[in-house]
């Protein structure tokens, strides 16, 4: 399985933070890549800075045959159709597509690092992803998800929340 998880903080000019998130699951599903599940949305603080608007996010578990670099590519055009602006790292943005996990596979290249290197440092991340695979294993510390959420500060494990919104494909 493939998991993405897909943030956004900023409105677009077509809509708002959950507006973004609709659309570019919306535009997922369009191309070659199978959505077999959705989390609900989950709502944070931005990080690191926190004066930010808050995020939404929510994870998908998808298939695809694609190679994750091609997968990469395809994300990233959707980013750009929802007005993502690439500036500054952490500065708030439209919408924000990463591969979480990719058939469990370990890649460190130079365009892309899988699984992703901070996904276990995320509530962002792991709640989600909790809810739609609550047996995941992370590919290079061999921890259930369960562990991972334990080891999170309890700051982290307390500012998130679930909110009663999900996203429906049509």
């Not at 399985?1 to 998130?21: A, C, H, Q």
């Not at 058939?103 to 809810?131: C, D, W």
Request: hydrophobic share 35%; glycine share 2%; aromatic share 8%.
């Amino acid at each position: 399985m493939i998991y993405i998880n897909i943030g956004s903080n900023l409105n677009s000019s077509e809509g708002d933070r959950l507006y973004n998130l609709k659309k570019s699951i919306k535009l997922i599903n369009t191309k070659k890549i199978k959505i077999i599940n959705i989390s609900n949305i989950y709502e944070t603080p931005s990080y690191p800075n926190e004066k930010n608007p808050k995020f939404l996010n929510v994870c998908l578990a998808v298939q695809s045959k694609e190679k994750p670099d091609l997968l990469i590519k395809i994300f990233k055009s959707i980013e750009k159709k929802l007005q993502r602006n690439r500036g500054l790292k952490n500065q708030p943005r439209t919408c924000d597509i990463d591969i979480i996990d990719y058939y469990g596979k370990i890649i460190n290249s130079n365009q892309l690092i899988l699984p992703h290197p901070r996904a276990h440092l995320r509530n962002f991340v792991l709640f989600p992803l909790k809810e739609i695979s609550p047996k995941w294993i992370h590919p290079i510390f061999n921890k259930k998800i369960e562990f991972l959420i334990r080891n999170l500060n309890l700051k982290l494990r307390n500012e998130i929340t679930r909110l009663n919104q999900s996203v429906i494909i049509e």
